[in-house]
């Protein structure tokens, strides 16, 4: 039995897949990571390699020291990852001090973890203290028709979330405090990290204008069908937008998605509501 044999990973794996299959993930567009439970980390340290060096992260989750990792590589393609594990994901230590990591299984090569992983890492630290500890998973992806949503909507979680709320019956239920929007900026910096981390003490998800979707849950089913939806729902807009050359005859109410939350016993953001 070897580390691939052990369903964490093999489960981190087969979301990668996923995402790649539903083509959110062109070339090494978009990024996963896992916060492992202790359990997850202990079965898999048997396989670890001697660390490499800390490295720095230019942001702080002191709520996440000792924490271990799984990600996806920068520069790697999600498509990779079942085809060559080795050299596409690993396992990263966070520091005592929650500001630095180093690796200790996979990322073979000279690899490093995701580009974008101090923004994962403040948003595993902000979504640990909103969920105490539930959260576990961040996923971004690059979706195509929430991306195009960030061209015609305003750029407010209150447009985007009523927009998506109003577009597919489930929604208000699976996030019933809306998404939350990010205006674009250079992925990978600690600039868009902490935007990025602002927003998701309030929401699971938040958009980035012109690039992508970020999601979190506690698990890879809650993540990847929360972005799972958000996509949808975007698809649904842009349809029904296209087909009615910018114009919708009708849609649900505010009054009709108050209902959805009573009988399904989920608290809507008032704020997005009229």
């Given at each position: ?125 902000v979504r640990f203290a909103a969920t105490g500890g539930a959260c576990r998973v961040i996923y971004h992806a690059h979706p195509a028709n929430i991306i195009a949503l960030t061209y015609v909507l305003p750029l407010t979680a209150r447009d ?28 990978g910096g600690a600039e868009i990290a902490m935007a990025t981390s602002e927003l998701m003490k309030t929401y699971d998800a938040a958009v980035w204008a012109h690039h992508g979707l970020f999601c979190s849950g506690s698990d890879f089913d ?53």
């Amino acid at each position: 039995m070897g580390i691939l044999d052990i369903k964490i990973v093999q489960d981190y794996i087969r979301m990668c897949t996923d995402g790649w299959e539903q083509g959110w993930h062109e070339r090494n567009g978009g990024n996963l990571t896992y916060r492992m439970k202790e359990s997850e980390a202990a079965e898999c340290g048997a396989f670890f390699r001697d660390p490499g060096p800390w490295v720095d992260m230019g942001v702080a989750g002191e709520n996440l020291a000792g924490e271990y990792f799984l990600t996806t590589g920068s520069g790697k393609f999600f498509r990779n990852a079942a085809l060559d594990p080795e050299h596409s994901i690993g396992i990263v230590e966070i520091n005592g001090r929650g500001d630095a990591w180093r690796i200790v299984w996979g990322l073979e090569g000279g690899a490093k973890p995701t580009s974008e992983f101090p923004s994962h890492f403040m948003n595993h630290s902000v979504r640990f203290a909103a969920t105490g500890g539930a959260c576990r998973v961040i996923y971004h992806a690059h979706p195509a028709n929430i991306i195009a949503l960030t061209y015609v909507l305003p750029l407010t979680a209150r447009d985007f979330t009523r927009a998506l709320w109003k577009s597919a019956t489930e929604c208000p239920v699976v996030f019933p405090a809306g998404v939350g929007v990010v205006p674009w900026m250079v992925p990978g910096g600690a600039e868009i990290a902490m935007a990025t981390s602002e927003l998701m003490k309030t929401y699971d998800a938040a958009v980035w204008a012109h690039h992508g979707l970020f999601c979190s849950g506690s698990d890879f089913d809650a993540t990847f069908g929360l972005m799972h939806t958000i996509e949808k729902a975007a698809q649904i807009h842009v349809l029904a937008l296209s087909a009615g050359r910018g114009e919708l005859r009708q849609t649900i109410r505010d009054d009709e998605l108050r209902a959805i939350a009573r009988d399904f016993k989920v608290t809507l953001n008032e704020e997005f509501l009229d």
